[in-house]
C-alpha cells in the first residue's frame, strides 16, 4: 500500500530556512507527479507546489514561488521541499501527496500524515 512518511519539519525564526522531505513506499515513484500540501490551524489545505516524475516540470502556488524549491531522488524514492525566507504565515503542517497539482487536495487518502513547521521569533 501507498505509504509517504515526511520529516525535517521544526521550529525557525522569519527569514529562516529548513528543508523536509518524504519518503514513499508501496509505488512506483518514479513513475508518478507528486505534490505538497499545507494545512494551517482553522484554515482549509492549501496546495504548494509540485513535481512531474522525472523532475522536468515544477509548479508552485503564488504564496511561495521564488522561496521555495521542489525536487525529488527517484533513486531514493524521496521528494524534498526546500524553504527559504520562511514566514509566520508559513506555519502549517506540510504534507506529502502522490497526485498531481490538479489532484493534491482532493485525493486526501494519498496524503502522508505531515510535518508541522512553525515559523515564530
Known amino acids: 500500500q501507498v505509504q509517504l512518511v515526511e520529516s525535517g519539519g521544526g521550529v525557525v525564526q522569519p527569514g529562516g530556512s529548513l528543508r523536509i522531505s518524504c519518503v514513499a513506499s508501496?509505488?512506483?515513484?518514479?513513475?508518478?507527479?507528486m505534490s505538497w500540501v499545507r494545512q494551517a490551524p482553522g484554515k482549509g489545505p492549501e496546495w504548494v507546489s509540485s513535481?512531474?516524475?522525472?523532475?522536468?516540470?515544477?509548479y508552485y502556488s503564488d504564496s511561495v514561488q521564488g522561496r521555495f524549491t521542489i525536487s525529488r531522488d527517484n533513486a531514493l524514492n524521496t521528494l524534498y521541499l526546500q524553504m527559504n525566507n520562511l514566514q509566520p504565515e508559513d506555519t502549517a503542517l506540510y504534507h506529502c501527496?502522490?497526485?498531481?497539482?490538479?489532484?493534491?487536495?482532493?485525493?486526501?487518502?494519498?496524503w502522508g500524515r505531515g510535518t508541522q513547521v512553525t515559523v515564530s521569533s
Open positions: 513535481i512531474s516524475a522525472a523532475s522536468s516540470y515544477s
Open positions: 508501496g509505488f512506483t515513484f518514479n513513475t508518478h507527479h
Open positions: 501527496v502522490k497526485a498531481p497539482r490538479d489532484d493534491a487536495i482532493t485525493l486526501r487518502r494519498f
